[in-house]
């Protein structure tokens, strides 16, 4: 039975978009299943004995304040962390410039609910998080794509979509998900004077940027344009809000990431905040602390970079090996992620439901288009499967791929009944 | 120095509404101050070690899982414990009538996501929750006040209040946050009746329901509203939203609550939280599951009862006593807070100002209401303060109304100076 009325939903609920990508990972998530699909850090670089110790200590000497409520700002012996952290890279840097959050997807909520109207225009990477867009169309954003090419966002398509007036540029200059590629340091110092031009802040979203595998480091946007506004006291006045988490370099299950912004910025999050969770959870605040306070951090992510690198490397080679010619990909310098692209002609969902069928999973790239409109890519995942699944996976899809392109297009129907 | 650009806000950033209260808070905790204002729990009654054991195990036997991704509806054993908890009442509860959320501040957030446009009406306790309101506030809710007596809602008001045609109905049956009162059987019937008449539905929020102190259980709207919805499947598909909370009976540091309702608003609500920050933390959420089961809880609200009962008690007596005769009080038969009434003249932020250099402090009554128009009244929290603090603070805030009475009303100005 029913019930005697509907519920009226707000219109921003039809906007949230589809679950079609959760749809799709539960499929993933079959027994016998090699799965590229998901963003997942690997299980066996988790320190779980260090989050048992940090555990322990943090309740047996702060108990009290651990299970109890915190302020919305956050922690701040952790903030306090995250700034000097943040100042090794050269630039001013104070805790009253730091948010932590629930995860950067909350980050990225909360700024979509202090800076976005219906119809603002949003200018994104194409391809781009699927997450960012997910948080900030229940605002109404309109998204306005810039394509990417190997050295990240093109200059040329930046200049002209900066021409709709945006109300912020979105940019993952690290390692992007989903392509795996990085914007390189000549077109950083571009993006920063077109954004300061056209007088448009940027949100740098930065999970990867510790995870490089080779080559140099390359600035942050956030410390690029801290160089540039010097600061009487200390705090950053700038105009990029910088996301970074957590999860990839500690553990995603705790749910933890930070914001770097200008103090005006922190202070209309910090109120969104408030509402929209009072609080992180202490407990994990103080955890987080305990593990990574004492160089910890450093050996750590030296660990993830050399398992991560390797898995990286297994999947290039494999990649080498197994795939026909007609398939191209990047060759992302750290992160989690590469990006394939089939022929033109080829739908990477047709490809994946085949490949269901052979056990081996990765995210058809449609979704990652803000409009949707380009078919023929996809997104593997490097960090979570062990080096000899890699191979394994990497053959199975391979031979997808030749039996979609030995296939006449118009049996295609026929194969993937 | 200044950026060379203004950021532009969003619209529903002005409706944020102000952080008074934030800023208010700050003023309680300085050293000495003897503070009603919070909603905090006792620390006292932290289960610290069971948190420790809890914590050693899930990382010992879990640690991969506990560290990594979850599902955005929660930790399923967790979701089965709350089914099966809440199916003891007497209504038919699975999993899937149940989210869990980054504290219930988050439930209000996705609620407002799913189903406020801007302008629509909500119809609220007048004085009610001012967390609601703050979350509400962001979608452009408009609040249409239902007053409460010593009964809860007054149904006279509450049916004149439904011709506006509202969104939903928010109700906190049980010592309701600020005033204490408990909605009567005889009302939560007549409430579930106008709610079906009129289509309209009701988000129950229910922290408090097991922390009673005196008096008889009264049956939660959403049992009631199962018990006449019955269903072929087990699942609830009825008018009631109900949040309840692990931040009273266990902790808030660990920001955990959960959300029961009909299956399809589960759908929309983990929609939302998935743009919100994925999904709430899989370690807090295993740790709480291991604390939880095996009976512990049910003999930890007995503690707390006892805890936060004589402290009760302790307010009352000491109300009495020092309270002069022009000052009224309710009388909550549970949860946090009780309700101060002043003489009509008497402004509660005066009170406050002179309440603070007199070292204790509470919270003015005047943001709880969502037209802010009554300014005679002050919510007191029981819970934190140990019974002498209470016994002092009480007898301090006394002496600030006796004098108050005792000074003409123009001279107000120079006690306040």
């Known amino acids: 039975m029913t ?3 509907e ?6 609920t039809q906007r949230m978009g589809s679950s079609a990508i959760r749809e799709l990972l539960k499929l993933t998530a079959l027994p016998d299943m090699i799965s ?3 963003g997942l850090p690997a299980p066996d670089v988790f320190p779980v004995d260090a989050f048992q110790e940090a ?7 702060s108990g009290a304040q651990a299970l109890q409520y915190g302020p919305t700002e956050g922690y701040l012996p952790l903030r306090e962390m995250i700034a000097r952290h943040t100042s090794r890279y050269g630039i001013q840097i104070t805790p009253n410039n730091v948010l932590l959050t629930s995860g950067s997807q909350q980050a990225l909520d909360l700024l979509g609910k202090i800076f976005i109207n219906p119809g603002d225009h949003i200018l994104v990477e194409s391809p ?6 997910q948080a900030w169309n229940a605002y109404g954003a309109e998204y306005v794509p810039v394509p990417i090419d190997e050295y990240g966002m093109i ?6 979509a900066l021409r709709v007036g945006p109300k912020f540029i979105y940019a993952l200059p690290n390692f992007q998900n989903p392509s795996g590629v990085t914007l390189s340091l000549e077109r950083r110092h571009r993006l920063l004077q077109l954004a300061e031009e056209h007088g448009v802040p940027i949100i740098e979203d930065d999970p990867y940027g510790q995870l490089r595998y080779e080559g140099e480091h390359k600035p942050a946007l956030v410390v690029l344009d801290g160089q540039l506004h010097s600061s009487h006291d200390g705090l950053y006045r700038g105009n990029i809000i910088y996301l970074s988490t957590f999860s990839k370099i500690l553990a995603p299950g705790i749910r933890l990431a930070w914001v770097i912004a200008p103090p005006q910025v922190i202070d209309k999050l910090v109120q969104a905040k408030q509402g929209a969770d009072l609080h992180t959870s202490t407990f994990n605040q103080m955890v987080a602390y305990e593990v990574s306070r004492g160089g910890f951090l450093d050996h ?22 197994h795939f026909p010619s007609q398939v191209l990909w990047t060759h992302p310098e750290g992160g989690l992620f590469l990006w394939v692209t089939l022929p033109d002609w080829m739908d990477a969902k047709d490809a994946f439901n085949i490949a269901l069928k052979r056990k081996v999973a990765f995210v058809p790239g449609q979704p990652f288009f803000p409009h949707g409109e380009i078919k023929n890519c996809a997104r593997l995942n490097f960090s979570n499967a062990t080096p000899e699944e890699i191979r394994t996976g990497i053959a199975r899809l391979g031979e997808v791929f030749y039996e979609m392109l030995e296939t006449p297009h118009s049996s295609m129907e026929e194969v993937l009944v």
């Open 3 to 5: 019930t005697p009325w």
């Open 7 to 12: 519920y009226r939903y707000a219109q921003r």
């Open 36 to 38: 590229f699909a998901g």
């Open 55 to 61: 555990s322990n200590r943090v309740l047996k000497n």
């Open 128 to 133: 781009t998080y699927l997450g960012a867009l």
């Open 155 to 160: 200059p040329e398509a930046l200049e002209e």
């Open 300 to 321: 750590h992510i030296h660990t993830i970079r050399e398992v991560y690198g390797a898995r990286r490397d297994t999947m290039l080679q494999a990649l080498e090996q």
